[in-house]
T-cell receptor
């Protein structure tokens, strides 16, 4: 059974540009969550999607957005990139009943903003 | 406010030296507590889920336990390959999102 797949693995962007990251969840999983991880802040929750609807949102500016498609694949977009957006972006998928099940993570996308 | 605190921040052990990592939580209605292992530059790897006080789970050299206020991850006779950051997270009655601790960086010296 394939795990969570995130693409690309590494990305270098210039300040002011925008970026789109992709996440394919484990087959059968309908909940997808996104996290930002930096050395100083640890894992910070961005948002969660379930059946194409954003079900929960963290405390990030509107430059961070996401969506989920009918096949449960998800994308997140960051517009007007800032140096502080450099981080490891992680996607996690869970079964339908996300309240009582564990989340499985992808390998992450390492974004560097220069 | 729901909160998860892990201690210590870092732990250095000799190979074979057993110890425990702590995850204390203050939440309104625990639905589940999760332990993950994370290697540098990779996504967290799921280890255990605990749902109620008194519950225990084991996997190889790791054993996780849960009380009403904290969880322990016991590591017995660790090996260098157990070196990683161990993360704890909780899910509550009021929120779908996981609340994460800052992690404990474990280093096992040969």
């Amino acid at each position: 059974k394939a795990g969570v797949t995130q693409t690309p693995r590494y990305l270098i962007k210039t300040r002011g540009q925008q970026v789109t990251l992709s996440c394919s969840p484990i087959s059968g999983h309908r909940s997808v969550s996104w996290y930002q991880q930096t050395p100083g802040q640890g894992l910070q929750f961005l948002f969660e999607y379930f059946s194409e609807t954003q079900r929960n949102k963290g405390n990030f500016p509107g430059r961070f957005s996401g969506r989920q498609f009918s096949n449960s694949r998800s994308e997140m977009n960051v517009s007007t990139l800032e140096l502080g957006d450099s981080a490891l972006y992680l996607c996690a998928s869970s079964l339908e009943d996300a309240m009582n099940t564990e989340a499985f993570f992808g390998q992450g996308t390492r974004l560097t903003v220069v | 406010e729901d909160q998860v605190t892990q201690s210590p921040e870092a732990l250095r052990l000799q190979e074979g030296e057993s110890s425990s990592l702590n995850c204390s939580y203050t939440v309104s209605g625990l639905r589940g507590l999760f332990w993950y292992r994370q290697d540098p530059g990779k996504g967290p790897e799921f280890l255990f889920t605990l749902y109620s006080a008194g519950e225990e789970k084991e996997k190889e050299r790791l054993k996780a336990t849960l009380t009403k206020k904290e969880s322990f991850l016991h590591i017995t006779a660790p090996k260098p390959e157990d070196s990683a950051t161990y993360l704890c997270a909780v899910r509550t009655d009021s929120n779908y999102q996981l609340i994460w601790g800052a992690g404990t960086k474990l280093i096992i010296k040969p």
